[in-house]
């Protein structure tokens, strides 16, 4: 799976450099190949796809596409793919003008997406999630919440070299993060402001460029130049920072890079050329770039298209502009009013997932043993009465083994308290290293454990209790053993079982100890 994984961060990459198509024939031919169908291949190939439509501006291919990847994502346990199709789905949704109306919406799935990327491990997944989420908070020009979310990715992407030109692609989303941010200030005149956001861009940018790597290092470069290159408009060197932007421009668009890098770079463009006094070509370049606003283009990038065009033409004495511009600085800031709102929801959403977090963490360790972290009696008994009053109590079979530790009292009074400690807690883990993912092990107190294992006949019962006693025989540094008695039931009648259990484990103590006692219908006996 690994491999596969890394395969999809390669072809992530050239999903956004011009290679969609080729990026997503690939995936979908992974996805195929395991049984024929789309749905049932592994869910990174499935966000390969996602991305791959995204670039290709084609928002409800890419709404689909996430749709078919959470099954994915849930079916393989992972909260971080889960997490990116949650986000993705999110942001492309708000694209298509489907939340509108229902902003609280998006914020719910992004702030469920961003708990989700908290709680992954594997890298690539991880980091992904976090761009994922970091994009999504993007779209709703929430740039505060997207920022550090694209730093993590970054720290977590040099942690695995294996990624390769990754950790400069989220140093390029923050370059181009705070370009945004600096073209919304202009729009509402916090000109010093805007420039502080510009410096920000060229600091990233350059960081980017020195940190690319792998094959398509040139376009990443490149891009990452060009950033660097805007950053420079409203600066010292107007004049150098047109010359560059003309010729990064040039060279990415040879590269068929993706056109939004393009359509960001137009007013810095036009910014250093007239500000190096050529206000007729900038007034061209603004008039090209109004014509090739992408369809799909969002309102802070139409806004700024147009907005530059109209500040040159009235520069050059156009009644008109002036007029056009009164109107555009009106909506703007009733824009970032609007901006402000959604992010005030946006923290108010954090602040409850958090306390959902925190009660959920406060209800885990209520039901936590706590020397050795796994269930205790309480979680037990609630497990019990979960399962005796479910709707399917009669038909569904539980094992219940009922464990006792032979010669423990030694360990405490050979070794000490503490010795006696660092042992429960050992058998604790070779207990539920035994057990499968819809088990349940509890320390019952002292030096008692228990566990009640889901769909398991007498024998396969019997087979988990065997290991169990064998793992505690070879754990080193420690003399203890198990008794444990074991009896199946419906899960109505685990009350009785539990008797039975009880039973057989003490006449295993009573053997001697170190052994299994299936007490089945005809009581029979199992040797460990």
């Not at 088990?439 to 228990?450: C, H, I, K, P, T």
Request: hydrophobic letters at 50%.
């Amino acid at each position: 799976m690994r491999e596969i994984t890394l395969e999809a961060a390669s072809l992530l990459e050239h999903a956004q450099i011009g290679e969609a198509v080729a990026a997503r024939d690939r995936a979908e031919s992974v996805l195929r190949s395991v049984s024929g169908d789309l749905a049932d291949g592994p869910a990174c190939m499935h966000f390969v796809r996602v991305v791959s439509f995204i670039a290709q501006a084609e928002p409800a291919a890419a709404v689909e596409a996430a749709d078919l990847m959470l099954p994915a994502a849930e079916r393989e346990g992972s909260a971080g793919w889960r997490a990116c199709a949650l986000a993705s789905r999110a942001w492309q949704r708000s694209r298509l003008g489907q939340a509108d109306n229902d902003v609280e919406r998006v914020l719910r799935d992004l702030v469920t997406a961003e708990s989700l990327a908290a709680e992954e491990r594997e890298p690539i997944a991880a980091v992904n999630s976090l761009v994922a989420v970091a994009i999504g908070y993007w779209e709703l020009r929430l740039y505060e919440l997207a920022a550090p979310q694209f730093l993590l990715a970054h720290e977590m992407s040099r942690a695995d070299d294996r990624q390769n030109g990754n950790q400069a692609m989220w140093l390029l989303n923050l370059a181009e993060l705070h370009l945004h941010w600096a073209l919304e200030l202009y729009q509402i005149s916090q000109v010093d402001e805007a420039e502080s956001h510009t410096a920000e861009a060229e600091r990233y940018a350059l960081w980017a460029a020195a940190e690319v790597s792998g094959d398509d290092a040139g376009a990443w470069r490149e891009n990452a130049l060009l950033f660097a290159a805007c950053s420079r408009a409203d600066r010292d060197d107007p004049a150098g920072a047109a010359t560059d932007i003309e010729a990064y421009i040039e060279r990415l668009e040879t590269r068929g890079f993706m056109p939004d890098a393009m359509t960001i770079s137009k007013p810095f463009y036009a910014v250093a050329l007239s500000r190096s006094g050529r206000p007729e070509e900038a007034l061209r370049v603004m008039a090209d770039a109004v014509r090739d606003l992408p369809a799909d283009a969002d309102w802070l990038m139409v806004a700024s298209t147009h907005r530059t065009r109209a500040v040159l033409m009235a520069q050059l004495g156009s009644e008109d502009a002036q007029a056009t511009l009164a109107y555009g600085d009106s909506l703007a800031a009733a824009l970032w009013r609007q901006r402000l709102n959604t992010l005030h929801a946006a923290r108010s959403l954090h602040d409850l997932d958090a306390l959902r977090l925190q009660h959920e963490q406060m209800a885990r360790a209520a039901d936590l043993d706590a020397l050795t972290g796994i269930a205790n009696r309480r979680a037990f008994d609630h497990a019990l009465e979960c399962a005796r009053t479910a709707p399917d109590a009669a038909r569904r079979r539980i094992a219940v083994l009922l464990i006792d530790t032979d010669r423990f009292k030694q360990i405490n009074d050979t070794y000490g308290h503490a010795a006696g400690d660092t042992a429960l807690r050992s058998i604790a883990a070779a207990l539920s290293a035994q057990a499968g993912p819809g088990d349940l092990v509890a320390r019952l107190g002292g030096d008692e454990f228990a566990a009640l294992l889901s769909d398991r006949d007498e024998a396969a019962a019997a087979d988990v209790a065997v290991r169990m006693v064998q793992a505690v025989r070879e754990l080193p540094d420690c003399p203890a053993t198990l008794s444990i008695g074991v009896a199946v039931a419906s899960a109505g009648g685990l009350q009785a079982a539990l008797e039975r259990a009880d039973e057989a484990m003490y006449a295993v103590k009573r053997a001697g100890g170190d052994g299994v006692r299936l007490c089945d219908e005809d009581e029979a006996a199992l040797a460990a």
